[in-house]
């Protein structure tokens, strides 16, 4: 037994790649390896581009699509060996997810109330009489109440009230760990802190762990305890976050926060790009 509540080891996902050649595979993740300590709740960001593997990751930690090769482990028992219905309930409880928008996260037909009571009654398996008062707490944990999305739709909520509900929907079931993916990239700017803010609220007062994914440096840095950065599916730089996004070390890492900082954006001057990062050296031009 170890003390980890998530434990990957040389986690991979091979894809077939487009392209004429038949039978080419690309791997759209490569050897991750990462751990997390059950005693110490964190917020561990996953950060990088576009198209470097973030998603398909998170979907491999959520257990919804299998590894290629390597394990995962979610206190210590392998996401591979999980069978049956029961096993798999257990596991959704404990490890739940949010997504990038929460208006495709939710059925534009459906009334938002009814996720959280179908939520609390499949997964948290709350009785008839008690759906209110716990799906009432959860919306409470995330600055929300029953009676502020009870009958709504979800075009009725903003994208932000909307984000905090799933949020909510999340917490029912009491998990352990939260994976949440680009969480706040569909969110209104103006509402993004508060929204990132919360997870850090939910960290230290729930004690829930939190896989944090975005492209976003400037979050990552305000919440993470722990980063690591992705490129092309491998990850090219860990360890504490503001170590890392203070000091990167692989260029990569000096290029995404050089795209952060630049000019238009850039908080002080001498923070401004160095230009040995710059995607072309304009030295050479
Ligand atoms: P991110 O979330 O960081 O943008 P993704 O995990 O979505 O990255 O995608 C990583 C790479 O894997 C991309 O090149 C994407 O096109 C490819 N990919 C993702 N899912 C599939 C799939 N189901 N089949 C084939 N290729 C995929
Ligand atoms: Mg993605």
Known sequence: ??????????????YA??????RKTFNAVDEVGFALDASRPEIFAIIGESGSGKTTLARMILNMVPTSAGTIR?????LATIRGRRARLDFMRQVQPIFQNPYEAFNPLKRVDRYLYATARRLARVGRTEVDR???????????????VRGRFPHELSGGQLQRTAIARALISGPALLVADEPVSMVDASLRMSIVDLFKAL???????????T???ATAYHISDRI?????????????ARAVLDNPQHPYSKLLKSAVLSPDNAETDEKVADPSVLPFDTRTV
Not at 203 to 213: A, F, K, P, Q, T
């Open 74 to 78: 979610f206190r210590d028992k392998a």
């Open 215 to 217: 492209h976003d440096l």
């Open 228 to 240: 690591i950065i992705m490129q092309k599916g491998r990850v090219v730089e860990s360890g504490d």
């Open 134 to 148: 716990v799906c009432d707490e959860a919306l409470r944990k995330v600055g929300l109440s029953l009676a502020e």
């Open 203 to 213: 960290r230290d007062e729930l004690g829930v762990s939190i896989v944090y994914i």
């Open 1 to 14: 037994m170890t003390s980890d509540l998530l434990n990957l080891e040389g986690v991979t996902k091979s």
């Open 17 to 22: 790649s487009s392209g004429l050649l038949a």
